[in-house]
């Protein structure tokens, strides 16, 4: 044990990036968001109750963030009132400042409930989608729930929801968690409740509004399915979603653990033409996505989030890594599953040669952020991230990945972790020091580039391999597998700028290839001399 903090002391660099302004003496426990919508204007009025727990005693105000009128755009509130009573309070620069009168006690809860009307400068998206149908989607990621509702907009705060959405009655309404109640109010307005239990951070909740095609597809891994697409794509949606994210949610649920939500949903998203966003129980997916073929690498991607990035949370944007990275490995690792190895190996090159031109083009970026995350270009996060994970499994064998993967989860679920929590979780079920490890892969910047080639020595009846890392800075430690055809592997470790190394051979190879199974994170130049 005290190796193992000495360790982590040594290794804990000093991050600055995310300087978001936390309020330690708070805690949100529960968010009540009314939000009217209509078709005659994109302003939105809302009535937001936050349950509040007072970690800290004799506190006199807390803050919300909540965008202010600029532009003609963000939100204007009407009140705030706190059991019963008018609240005193400030609006201005995005925050939302309430005092407390009197002062709560530790352990105290209370409600408050903020009125307030607008048009949102994003956040929530007014649109029409690909059939010239008027839509609602948000998009709060990463910072824009506070655009349209009065929260805490910071990974760190969780806490359970519920969105009770006025809308014109054509429309349905899709949310996180599951259904409570749908209630025609007359004069062409419905009501509709979605409730959350799980608790959540901020910019995972969602709502869209559509003229959709709800289907209720059955379960996997004891979870309920529904797909929500517009009418006119019915089929096809149903054949880009359900098989995959059946597959998905299956191999996640044997893997790591269980799923942590009460549903999932796929959902077209008419206000977005591709990709996918990983609300935690209703993953939005761009409505160009929905082409009739089964899109198995991205549903496997944005599943995963449901337990790496949404359950387990980063604890700041420094480490975004911990949700972004996670999700591409272990959609690849989905690949290997229902594809095979070679599909999976072919993903690993491919990002792995995106990753050396992000860092020819964007020099100085490490994975775990040192500078302003919203510059972090995305190969460094997203497959750099999900290599180094990819290098760690080799380094510590695949058992003992999974068994880390599978307790770093179970620790973890529900609520916030770091890059440093993960490391002591790996070492403790690994039993090895990874401090090297992290520092390298994690803190430094730049991937290490190696060059050499290799002869044999007829009278030594040794293979000769001579390489030199040619990247900037020190060495990187490398344990590299070398392939000697036909079918031998040796091990080697190489700690300096250049090494040579030998290997037995009682003959000569047909070929001696470096890192031949890719396990590592290299860009290799080696020839036979």
Wanted: negative net charge; hydrophobic residues 40%; aromatic residues 12%.
């Amino acid at each position: 044990m005290k190796r193992l903090l000495a360790a982590l002391a040594l290794c804990v660099p000093v991050l600055l990036a995310d300087s978001y302004p936390r309020q330690p003496g708070v805690d949100v426990q529960h968010y009540v968001f009314r939000v009217t919508l209509n078709d005659d204007t994109d302003e939105i009025s809302g009535v937001t109750t936050v349950t509040l727990r007072f970690v800290t005693a004799g506190l006199t105000e807390f803050h919300l963030d909540l965008a202010s009128v600029a532009g003609g755009k963000g939100m204007t509130v009407a009140e705030v009132t706190s059991g019963g009573r008018a609240a005193k309070y400030t609006h201005e620069a995005d925050r939302l400042t309430i005092a407390l009168e009197p002062p709560p006690k530790a352990g105290e809860l209370r409600d408050f409930t903020v009125k307030y009307r607008g048009m949102p400068a994003a956040g929530l998206r007014f649109a029409k989608n690909k059939f010239g149908e008027r839509c609602f989607f948000s998009m709060n990621w990463p910072d824009l729930a506070h655009q349209w509702l009065p929260t805490i907009d910071h990974p760190y705060d969780k806490a359970t929801t519920e969105f009770l959405v006025t809308a014109p009655a054509k429309y349905q309404v899709v949310a996180n968690g599951l259904l409570v109640e749908e209630i025609d109010l007359g004069g062409g307005q419905r009501l509709t409740h979605w409730k959350q239990s799980v608790p959540i951070s901020t910019w995972l909740n969602n709502i869209g509004v559509a003229q959709f095609a709800s289907i209720h597809v059955g379960t996997a891994a004891g979870v309920p399915l529904e797909t929500w697409v517009f009418p006119k794509e019915r089929e096809a949606g149903m054949a880009t979603f359900d098989g995959p994210m059946r597959q998905a949610i299956e191999f996640y649920s044997d893997r790591i653990g269980p799923y942590p939500y009460e549903k999932l949903a796929a959902v077209e998203n008419g206000a977005a033409g591709g990709g996918g966003m990983e609300h935690a129980s209703a993953i939005f997916y761009g409505q160009g996505s929905v082409n009739g073929r089964p899109a198995l690498g991205l549903v496997a991607h944005e599943t995963a989030h449901q337990w790496f990035g949404d359950s387990v949370t980063e604890k700041d944007w420094d480490d975004v890594w911990l949700s972004e990275g996670f999700a591409t490995y272990f959609a690849l690792l989905t690949t290997e599953h229902y594809q095979g190895r070679d599909a999976f190996v072919a993903g690993l090159k491919q990002s792995r040669a995106g990753i050396f031109r992000s860092e020819k083009n964007m020099p100085g970026v490490a994975v775990v952020q040192d500078k302003p995350w919203k510059g972090i270009p995305n190969s460094v996060i997203y497959q750099k991230g999900a290599w180094t994970l990819h290098v760690l499994r080799g380094e510590i064998g695949t058992d003992a990945f999974w068994a880390g993967i599978r307790e770093y989860y179970r620790r973890y679920r529900d609520s916030n972790a770091s890059t440093q929590e993960f490391r002591q979780v790996m070492e403790e079920i690994s039993g090895k020091d990874l401090g090297w490890f992290f520092q390298q892969w994690m803190y430094r910047a730049g991937s290490p580039a190696v060059e050499g080639g290799w002869k044999y020595n007829a009278a030594t009846r040794k293979i000769e391999i001579d390489l030199a890392q040619t990247q900037a800075g020190e060495a990187f430690r490398l344990p590299l597998e070398v392939g000697v055809a036909p079918a031998k592997i040796e091990k080697i470790e190489m700690t300096g700028k250049k090494q040579r190394f030998e290997i037995a051979a009682d003959q000569e190879p047909a070929s001696v290839e470096l890192d031949p199974n890719t396990w590592m994170l290299v860009d290799v130049k080696f020839v036979k001399r």
